[in-house]
């Protein structure tokens, strides 16, 4: 990721998917919100492989607008991979995500940097205003989110601001953008929230589907395994080795028991089949549980050597004088032996 550069505070990152009509207001938004804070910002739009000429409206912003930057992707790839390109060209020391859809006004951006410049790493949106359907499928998201993460804010799904040692340290797949902050706040880092007022759309047409619900659900998930299993991946399946090798115990006392005590003999054989089946199951889960264990002690071992490695990729962080700087001294003449045989009194 590109370094921060001293000029630029804060970095906002707009994904656009055809949002032809809303991209000249929006700039003008920005343009008023910098002019009136005096904020040293720059606007990084991506266009995610939009079909109605979105990227080319952007360009022609870009000549009238001097803090837009314009970025494009050949297709379609969704909202994370959108961020990461535009996270990946932003200079600011600040990131801000701001969708391109007009909901959000740029009004709101200085609000959630001064949070950061009081302290915290991450603020969050908490929209307020109607937004219908989407409304009741936010809530039980955020409510979701909660008590599986336990994160204490209103709105996962909101604008969001955060440093940029945040988003260089959470790591980011597809779809998983809505769970930057809790990953950021499993890493330890302080999450703040600011209300922002929420606007109908202006023009446009929204992204939201129906396929995104499971979809999220199952990222939920995902993302709830990584934080917490992969960790400790032996508690998972060691646990889950315990209570197949446990059954197989049980099933194997009902078989011994089958057998001697003369009930319903055709059974015991294939009570003895589900006892093999059983342990070897809760076996092989134990197996792989010590299997994850190694490799999460590699992956722990490779993160330890590449944070002590980090320093020297930094040569400008080195206190190493520059050339006019450099104090010279006169070369000192080397005193030779005079070689055998060619002193006065050589005979």
Known sequence: MRRSNGSVKVSVVVP????????????????????????????????????????????????????????????????TEALMTGFSRARGRIFVFWPADLQYLPQEIPKLVERIDNGYDVVCGWKQGPYGLKRLVSFFYNLLSRMVFRVKVHDLNSVKAFKRQ????????????????VMAAEKGYKIGEVKVKLYPRRSGQS?????????????????????????????????????LIL????????????????????????????????????????????????????????????????PRDRPQERNVPRPEQRRHFPRRKENRPADKGTGKNSS
């Open 166 to 181: 945040v988003v260089d340290d959470v790591p980011l797949r597809k779809d998983w953008h809505r769970y930057m902050v």
């Open 16 to 79: 656009a998917y055809n949002e032809v009509e809303n991209v000249l207001p929006l700039m003008e938004e920005f343009s008023k919100t910098f002019a009136r804070t005096r904020m040293n910002a720059e606007v990084i739009l991506v266009d995610d492989g939009s079909t109605d000429g979105t990227f080319l409206k952007a360009r022609e912003c870009q000549r009238r607008f001097q803090f837009l930057r314009v970025a494009s992707h050949q297709r379609n790839m969704g909202l």
């Open 247 to 310: 059954l197989g115990i049980l099933t194997g006392g009902a078989a011994i028991y089958v057998r001697f005590a003369g009930v319903a003999d055709g059974l015991a054989r294939p009570l003895l089949y589900l006892v093999i089946l059983l342990v070897l199951s809760g076996i092989s889960f134990f197996a792989l549980g010590f299997l994850a264990e190694a490799i999460i002690s590699i992956k722990d071992e490779m993160r330890a050597l590449s944070r002590q490695l980090a």
């Open 207 to 243: 992204k939201f589907g129906i396929w995104r619900v499971p979809i999220g659900f199952l990222d939920l998930l995902s993302v709830k395994f990584q934080i917490s299993f992969m960790k400790k991946p032996l508690l998972l399946f060691g646990f889950l080795g315990l209570i």
